[in-house]
């Protein structure tokens, strides 16, 4: 079925006017698909940026946690209080067990398939950390202040290794989150020209074409119309 069949009684001119509208309009539907695309690629990028964003802060909690242990260690070291001596002994336990949580918290932000050698070299630290200094606390239990306080000593490197290791972890995650940052912006603002320009020359090409047809064919045509009027 052709175009002529459907506007039987339609001029040429309306036609070819029709054939233009009908070309931009699926130049704007084609745009408007692209933009909804390129939408969905930036919100994907967005996305990326918010999971390395919690991995982040997920890093930052055993890194948190670390630190409140050690500094649970110091204060049972002092002496002080029964009192004292039994909150000491309750924040070492739960700054423990905040770590264990914090470690499958960020275990449980990996993809499947994701290498966790990071997260497992933290915990491997961390747990010869806490075995190796609970000969301090039982100097601590024993009446030993002295060897509590060297074998506290001796374990900064141990500590210093769980720290750099969570230090890692945050500072891998706050790079990939400020790169996936990036990239949707990239993403955002190279669609966003690729279709201004798209848009431009279309608009230039029709403008053109619509120019050429009123000022040159249709003119031509109309011209020679009257001629084969008179002829005829």
Same mark, same amino acid.
């Given at each position: 079925?052709?175009?002529?069949?459907?506007?039987?009684?339609?001029? /040429?001119?309306?036609?070819?006017? #029709?054939?233009?509208?009908?070309? @931009?309009?699926?130049?704007? $539907? +084609?745009?408007?698909? %692209?933009?909804?695309?390129?939408?969905?690629?930036?919100?994907?990028?967005?996305?990326?940026?918010?999971?390395?964003?919690?991995?982040?802060?997920?890093?930052?909690?055993?890194?948190?946690?670390?630190?409140?242990?050690?500094?649970?260690?110091?204060?049972?070291?002092?002496?002080?209080?029964?009192?004292?001596?039994?909150?000491?002994?309750?924040?070492?336990?739960?700054?423990?067990?905040?770590?264990?949580?914090?470690?499958?918290?960020?275990?449980?932000?990996?993809?499947?398939?994701?290498?966790?050698?990071?997260?497992?070299?933290?915990?491997? /630290?961390?747990?010869?950390?806490? #075995?190796?200094?609970?000969?301090? @606390?039982?100097?601590?239990? $024993? +009446?030993?202040?002295? %060897?509590?306080?060297?074998?506290?000593?001796?374990?900064?490197?141990?500590?210093?290794?769980?720290?750099?290791?969570?230090?890692?972890?945050?500072?891998?995650?706050?790079?990939?989150?400020?790169?996936?940052?990036?990239?949707?912006?990239?993403?955002?603002?190279?669609?966003?020209?690729?279709?201004?320009?798209?848009?431009?020359?279309?608009?230039?090409?029709?403008?053109?074409?619509?120019?050429?047809?009123?000022?040159?064919?249709?003119?031509?045509?109309?011209?020679?119309?009257?001629?084969?009027?008179?002829?005829?």
């Amino acid at each position: 079925m052709s175009l002529k069949s459907l506007l039987p009684n339609v001029s /040429l001119k309306t036609k070819t006017r #029709a054939v233009f509208g009908l070309f @931009l309009l699926l130049f704007v $539907g +084609g745009a408007a698909f %692209a933009i909804h695309e390129s939408s969905a690629v930036t919100r994907q990028a967005e996305q990326a940026k918010v999971i390395w964003e919690a991995r982040m802060i997920g890093a930052n909690e055993i890194l948190g946690s670390a630190r409140e242990y050690r500094i649970a260690e110091a204060l049972r070291l002092m002496p002080s209080s029964p009192e004292m001596t039994a909150q000491a002994n309750d924040d070492i336990v739960e700054s423990q067990a905040r770590m264990e949580q914090a470690v499958a918290d960020y275990k449980s932000m990996l993809r499947a398939g994701e290498p966790q050698t990071e997260i497992n070299k933290t915990a491997e /630290l961390w747990s010869e950390y806490v #075995a190796g200094n609970q000969v301090m @606390l039982d100097y601590v239990d $024993g +009446g030993e202040p002295e %060897a509590a306080a060297d074998r506290f000593r001796n374990s900064a490197s141990g500590f210093y290794l769980v720290t750099n290791a969570a230090g890692a972890l945050v500072t891998d995650a706050r790079a990939q989150s400020e790169q996936a940052y990036v990239e949707s912006m990239r993403i955002s603002e190279r669609t966003r020209m690729g279709l201004i320009a798209g848009v431009i020359f279309a608009l230039g090409v029709l403008l053109i074409a619509t120019v050429f047809f009123e000022l040159k064919v249709w003119r031509e045509l109309v011209r020679m119309s009257g001629v084969m009027q008179r002829l005829a």
